[in-house]
Nanobody
């Protein structure tokens, strides 16, 4: 079982940037597809980005060109660089790991992931 813990959430003005981190511990984390999800108040959890063990990435249309997912496989850390933030990016952000090296072709598939972190709050104010 992989244990995940996010950090880096904060309150930031629209147009600003944040970098989220997710530290993974336990077995299989360097060989797992990993992803970022978010959940805004009153909304369903949605996929934001994913990265497989080959470094292939996938993004939700709403964040393409603004967010970048990356990973340090040696240190077992997943990152999400978020630039040009908008108020609609406000949500709790979760990292997730999947017991498979390949990620789903569709980013928004939370059921495909096996392990989740507790989340970190991102608030973007105008």
């Amino acid at each position: 079982q992989v244990q995940l813990e996010e950090s880096g959430g904060d309150s930031v003005q629209a147009g600003g940037s944040l970098r989220l981190s997710c530290t993974a511990s336990g077995v299989t984390s360097p060989t797992s597809c990993m992803g970022w999800f978010r959940q805004a108040p009153g909304k369903e959890r949605e996929g934001v980005a994913s990265i497989d063990t080959s470094g292939i990435t996938n993004y939700a249309d709403s964040v393409k060109g603004r967010f970048v997912i990356s990973r340090d496989k040696v240190k077992n850390i997943l990152f999400l660089q978020m630039d040009s933030l908008k108020p609609e990016d406000t949500a709790i952000y979760y990292c997730a790991a999947r017991l498979d090296a390949v990620c789903p072709t569709v980013v928004d598939r939370p059921s495909a992931y096996n392990s989740w972190g507790p989340g970190t709050q991102v608030t973007v104010f105008s």
